[in-house]
């Protein structure tokens, strides 16, 4: 069983910076896809960026395609979100989610295609 932990999340001004962290319970060499998601409040949960670390294969959502960047450290089990130039319309629950496979095409997108969830950490953008 991998569990998933966020944290990072807070209030920031538009324009401004936050990096999410997601530790994981296992060695993220035994979890293979990585994706983070997010939900607004009367939303459906919505992908952010996904990555397939076998292959290095990352995708990102056209609405955050050049604000974010999905990393890793593998000694500290870490998966980071770094979240740059915030708009009001990325204040979400963030969510990090695991999959021991790969995941190909649109499944990295598909919240189903991961068996292992965080429990969220909120994130405002607002003046």
């Known amino acids: 069983q991998v569990q998933l932990v966020e944290s990072g999340g807070g209030l920031v001004q538009p324009g401004g910076s936050l990096r999410l962290s997601c530790a994981a319970s296992?060695?993220?060499?035994?979890?293979?896809?990585i994706g983070w998601f997010r939900q607004a409040p009367g939303k459906e949960r919505e992908f952010v960026t996904g990555?397939?670390?076998?292959?290095?294969?990352?995708t990102y959502a056209d609405s955050v395609k050049g604000r974010f960047t999905i990393s890793r450290d593998n000694a500290k089990k870490t998966v980071y979100l770094q979240m740059n130039s915030l708009k009001p319309e990325d204040t979400a629950v963030y969510y990090c989610a695991a999959a021991p496979g790969i995941l190909r095409l649109g499944l990295i997108a598909t919240p189903s295609s991961y068996p292992y969830w965080g429990q969220g950490t909120q994130v405002t953008v607002s003046s």
């Open positions: 296992e060695s993220i060499f035994r979890i293979n896809a």
């Open positions: 990555c397939n670390w076998s292959d290095g294969s990352t």
